[in-house]
């Protein structure tokens, strides 16, 4: 498939790299993501087909300047290093790097060790993201994680020695048979820890996974709303209280270490996803690859990109989704922003939505951002659904 739109531009743009790795040891029982497990003799195979996809864009890129890079996955930390590095490597040889400022790695406890994280530190890697969910070895078994509250523990320790300064914890609340006690436990030992970067979020059941079949089921029990809500506000309290900046509705950092390349996404600028299953934002086009092996091989073999679907976002839609993204930020959509970029004031296309939310109390305007209010938070969604087009 050639994808015509992404078209020489005049000047130099800034774009984030997405890189999926979808190899994991065992797959938790609520993820729906593209991963799998048991499929280590695919690995070198797909690395192989991975470089290609990256060879195929670089003509359509040329005139872009990468400014982070995100692997993620499945678990990244899985595969050995040297893959790692070479992707990296890649990057930089075949794309304009000048202005790169962020490579995150995602990464598991207990996938963890000296000489892989020696080889991604040399390799330029200066953010890891663990998924660590919660300290409570119980917790986690009741979601298939594969490792315990003493390996976060442990790793965390070897980062720090190591020389790792931006380093995030993904924590998760909600889960069956979890006390609110347990989420500010697991809290007060990551921050005591002295990571810079929290990622708070709920469990969400998604359809086709184990957990979801199990709540259908009634074999297990989850937090109601009242609870639910309380774990989270009384955690965004809590790292409130510990120094760290809430910045976007699940995400908390101290002063300086937001996570560039997801502002990327919240702010609806241009982003690249390579591997099976990646996303992409080009030129007003959303695309997305497959999401087997079978279909992004053969794609890559017959000198094609590996792309599934394209979708055309028009304005109003841009105009949308840049203000439904952009309200998950704390300090709001800015109007003066909102007008450079789309010619347009606010208010002249948003207008009686903000009016009939600011009345309701779930929006409010502060030094020319709407934003929500605590309120609105937690009634997003209803917001959401008046400014779509």
Not at 249 to 257: A, E, L, T, V
Not at 302 to 311: C, L, Q, R
């Amino acid at each position: 498939m050639h994808i015509l739109f992404l078209k020489k531009v005049k000047l130099l743009k800034e774009i984030a790299v997405y890189v999926h790795i979808p190899f994991c040891g065992r797959k938790c029982y609520y993820c729906d993501f593209v991963s799998f497990s048991g499929k280590d003799d695919k690995i070198e195979e797909y690395i192989a087909f991975l470089l290609k996809e990256m060879a195929w864009y670089k003509p359509y890129l040329k005139e872009y300047n990468v400014k982070t890079i995100f692997i993620g996955g499945g678990t990244p930390s899985y595969i050995d290093g040297k893959y790692i590095v070479r992707i990296i490597e890649f990057i930089r040889e075949n794309y304009n790097c000048e202005w790169l400022e962020e490579i995150t790695i995602e990464a598991n406890p207990g996938t963890l060790n000296k000489e892989k994280l020696l080889l991604y530190k040399e390799a330029g890697v200066n953010r890891i993201s663990l998924g660590v969910q919660t300290l409570e070895d119980r917790l986690l078994k009741s979601i298939g994680r594969l490792h315990t509250g003493r390996d976060v523990i442990e790793n965390i320790h070897l980062l720090k020695e190591l020389g790792f300064s931006n380093i995030n914890v993904d924590l998760m609340f909600g889960l069956p048979k979890q006390r609110v006690e347990d989420c500010i436990s697991t809290m007060e030992t990551i921050v005591d820890l002295g990571v810079e970067h929290i990622s708070y979020y709920s469990l969400i059941l998604e359809e086709g996974t184990p957990i979801y079949k199990w709540y259908e089921e009634g074999s297990i029990k989850l937090p109601d709303e009242d609870l639910d809500r309380k774990m989270y506000k009384e955690g965004v309290a809590f790292l409130k209280s510990r120094g760290y900046k809430h910045y976007e509705i699940s995400n908390f950092s101290k002063p300086g270490f937001q996570c560039k390349h997801n502002l990327f996404y919240w702010q609806i600028k241009p982003y690249i996803g390579f591997g099976i299953g990646a996303h992409s934002n080009v030129e007003s086009n959303r695309f997305s690859n497959y999401s087997n092996f079978k279909d992004y091989f053969y794609s890559l073999k017959e000198g094609k990109a590996p792309v599934v679907e394209i979708e055309y976002i028009d304005k109003d839609m841009e105009m949308a989704e840049y203000m439904i993204v952009g309200l998950r930020l704390i300090a709001g959509v800015d109007k003066i922003e909102f007008k450079r970029r789309f010619g347009k004031d606010m208010e002249a296309v948003y207008g009686p939505v903000i009016d009939k939310y600011i009345k309701e109390g779930l929006l409010k305007e502060e030094g020319g951002k709407i934003k929500f209010t605590s309120k609105g938070l937690d009634l997003s969604n209803i917001v959401y659904v008046d400014l779509l087009p």
